[in-house]
């Protein structure tokens, strides 16, 4: 087994945590009784049951991916792991019904405040259920549904059932069958046809207990000619022992309808996070992952599209910044399954102290296709001499029309360039600061203002740490 | 008040550089150093910035009194007041020269205290008319993709941005057509004055018909070796360095 430095980044900002009384508790490890206390909580109806059984069922059987993937998962002890807390399952819609113990919790994160500045809608989670659900009057007068996975799947089973997990699998790999078995929380949404919702929708995931697993699951459908921005923010405290976070989020775009889905994950050092994330664009249908990932112990994250449609078209933009003792393994996978279809995949990394980035691309098109492309980049920055990346591109083009270009780079931020900075009076931290946005710059530029303020800020933060 | 160099022995790993060198710029006064290639000029620039790749034996650099190498980071020489035009200005990717800038300006700041946008934005372009900066030139990199000519003059408009009390330009003629050489002059000359000194460092004689100076030195391996008026420049322009080395030979 891997042992880890110690991980001593400051990570202020979700660094904290306050008591909370839960009134529901799966208790610690994980068998058929945490499905059954789980299904009997949130009034499952059957089907649902036995999709989670199939699942833990199928997660148990299935190897840990290590032959290809970090040891550091061996490490994940699934048996001590909670995985279900919560105050209630059913969401407050006004911030004022939160319990006080909650409540404060997200106002030190700015939620609400955020909510009132920019948002159509906002959803709060607290461990394992949203403590807080809403969006805006005109934005549903639309047609638009936003709820937690739970009110969605009770409340719109015709929508839901059509596409639950036809975009993921159960089986894709063993964290979405974890996933599968035990979801709880995330948001269901659906955008009516040719509605455009002009501001972004955002959920939040804070994690506030100790050994405590997160199983979000995200389904997302805008219907044809529609179009949604949906943003996720997450932060943790830092506990002396690992927590775990395996969401699942299927996006689904019809006919013409576009989807913008923003991450700007701050995990504080002990969190897993193993995530999978895909999209399903149909005909002349848009779906682009803005991801960004900084903190956590280990993160194996590849958004991908498969467009299904012609002219459909995926992206994939990714910022992972890997702090010391800390592995971003992320990427993208696109896969064309009919003609014309276009992709683009972008990914930033860098690499600080003993960090260590990874890219793993897939990008499929098969012999009978016409008139598809892909563009791939993927720059690394490597910060001093411990630090280390890896690229991993898989592309897989049949057919004699389609078209595919990968450009890969490496660099480094030089003593030259630091002392230059320094000499104008910029302190080094600063100095490194300063570099590091400046090589995602073009990137951050894509999105929203709040989202790049936000991420200047943690940049920042995660430069003040590594430098001391 | 000045710039005072005491007695500086400096080396990069092995191979002493500096040998000793003396001299002190008055407050309100322009400098000149001239001097062959490797004399050590330029490492006398970079070793009173605080350059990671040299190591000072003996010897200090006193600034209006504080002693620089008392401040082990470049960037508190730098808030001291301690600018140097490079004469091979890095490169820094992603980063536009109105952030860059701007950066510099709040680290001199008190903390919590913000830089206001619309101020500094009406500083920099009044800067920037007067070294004939295009205002495109704002959300450029540094110095990314620039010619020699636009790297110097952005060199000259961080110094006309930062107001130090001393300033060291290291080769600032070097890789300037004559037109760009007059502007960058005059952004200099414009920084003269009582509240600065500035230490000019050159190869040739030209850029001081621009930037006259009140004193020339010659540097000859890692020291001062001579000083005098604007003349001496002249002098060496026209009959080269060997008179000088010459001259101290039989001195010695």
Same mark, same amino acid.
């Given at each position: 087994m891997e042992t880890k430095p110690d991980?001593?980044? =400051?990570?202020?900002?979700?660094d904290f945590h306050y008591d909370v009384d839960y009134e529901f508790d799966a208790g610690i490890g994980l068998s058929e009784k945490t499905i059954d206390y789980i299904c009997d909580v949130k009034k499952d109806p059957d089907w649902i049951r036995e999709f989670r059984k199939e699942a833990l069922r199928k997660f148990n059987s299935m190897p840990m991916p290590t032959n290809w993937a %970090?040891?550091?998962?061996?490490?994940?002890?699934?048996?001590?792991?909670?995985y279900y807390l919560s105050q209630g399952t059913e969401p407050k819609? %006004?911030?004022? =019904? &939160?319990p006080e113990d909650v409540k404060r919790t997200f106002e030190r994160l700015g939620i609400p405040e955020q909510e009132r500045k920019f948002l159509a809608g906002v959803e709060a989670q607290f461990d394992s259920e949203a403590a807080y659900s809403n969006i805006k009057a005109a934005v549903g007068e639309q047609g638009v549904i936003f709820v937690g996975s739970t009110e969605g799947l009770h409340k719109h089973p015709e929508i839901f059932k059509k596409w639950?997990?036809? &975009?993921? +699998?159960?089986? /894709?790999n063993k964290f979405s069958a974890l996933n599968s078995a035990v979801f709880s929380g995330g948001s269901f949404i659906y955008i009516p046809p040719?509605?455009? &919702?002009?501001h972004p929708l955002q959920a939040y995931f804070r994690i506030n207990a100790e050994n405590f697993g997160q199983f979000e699951r995200t389904l997302i459908i805008a219907d044809e000619g529609s179009e949604v921005m949906y943003m996720e923010g997450c932060t943790a405290p830092k506990f002396e022992t690992s927590t775990l976070h395996s969401a699942v989020v299927e996006l689904v775009a019809l006919k013409g309808a576009k989807i913008q889905y923003i991450t700007v994950q701050n995990w504080s050092a002990n969190v897993f996070n193993l995530v999978t994330k895909r999209g399903l664009a149909h005909e002349e249908a848009e779906i682009k992952w803005i991801d960004c990932n900084i903190g956590s112990r280990l993160t194996m994250k590849y958004p991908g599209v498969i467009?299904?449609?012609?002219?459909a078209r995926g992206e994939v933009i990714s910022i992972a910044l890997a702090g010391d003792g800390q592995h971003q393994d992320t990427g993208a996978k696109m896969v064309h399954a009919a003609d014309e279809t276009t992709s683009n995949i972008v990914s930033k990394s860098i690499s600080l102290g003993s960090g260590r980035s990874t890219y793993r691309g897939l990008v499929q098109i098969g012999r009978?296709?016409?008139?598809c492309k892909n563009n791939t980049e993927c720059d690394a920055l490597l910060i001093n001499t411990e630090s280390r990346t890896d690229t991993y591109p898989a592309i897989t083009v049949r057919g004699k029309e389609n078209a595919c270009q990968h450009e890969a780079s490496v660099s480094k931020i030089s003593a030259e360039q630091i002392f230059y900075m320094q000499q104008r009076g910029i302190s080094k931290a600063a100095a490194m600061s300063l570099a590091v946005n400046g090589f995602v710059n073009d990137l951050v530029q894509q999105f929203p203002m709040e989202y790049s303020v936000e991420l200047k800020r943690l940049i920042d933060l995660e430069m003040e740490g590594s430098v001391g | 008040m000045s710039l005072k160099i005491e007695n500086l022995h400096a080396n990069i790993g092995d191979r002493?550089?500096?040998?000793g060198l003396n001299l002190e710029i008055p407050k309100g006064e322009v400098h000149a150093i001239m001097g062959k290639n490797g004399s050590g000029k330029s490492t006398l620039a970079k070793v009173m910035a605080g350059h990671p790749d040299y190591e000072v034996s003996i010897g200090q650099v006193l600034l209006d009194g504080l002693n620089?190498?008392?401040?082990?980071e470049p960037d508190q020489r730098a808030r001291t007041g301690l600018f140097v035009a490079f004469q091979y200005p890095m490169e820094v990717p992603g980063v536009t020269i109105a952030n860059f800038i701007r950066a510099a300006l709040q680290a001199r700041? +008190?903390?919590g205290e913000e830089l206001d946008a619309v101020e500094y934005y009406h500083h920099l372009y009044e800067k920037m008319d007067m070294l004939k900066i295009?205002?495109?030139?704002? %959300?450029?990199? &540094?110095?990314?993709?620039? *010619?020699g000519g636009e790297k110097k003059r952005c060199e000259i408009l961080q110094m006309a941005m930062l107001n130090p009390v001393y300033a060291v330009l290291d080769?600032? /003629? *070097?890789?300037?057509?004559i037109d760009a050489l007059r502007i960058v002059s005059e952004g200099v000359n414009a920084m003269r004055g009582p509240e600065r000194g500035l230490l000019v460092i050159t190869h040739?004689?030209?850029l001081l018909d621009y930037i006259v100076p009140d004193v020339v030195h010659v540097m000859v391996d890692g020291r001062i070796v001579m000083s005098g008026d604007k003349t001496l420049a002249h002098k060496l322009e026209a009959e080269g360095y060997d008179w000088v080395e010459k001259e101290i030979l039989q001195q010695a």
């Open positions: 991980l001593n980044i =400051d990570r202020s900002i979700g %970090s040891h550091d998962l061996d490490n994940i002890v699934f048996q001590n792991i909670r819609r %006004s911030w004022d =019904d &939160v639950f997990g036809k &975009v993921i +699998p159960t089986g /894709d040719g509605v455009k &919702v002009k467009m299904k449609g012609r002219k009978h296709l016409k008139g | 002493e550089i500096l040998k620089l190498f008392e401040m082990e700041l +008190p903390e295009d205002r495109k030139f704002t %959300s450029r990199a &540094v110095n990314e993709g620039f *010619s080769e600032t /003629d *070097s890789g300037l057509d040739y004689q030209r």
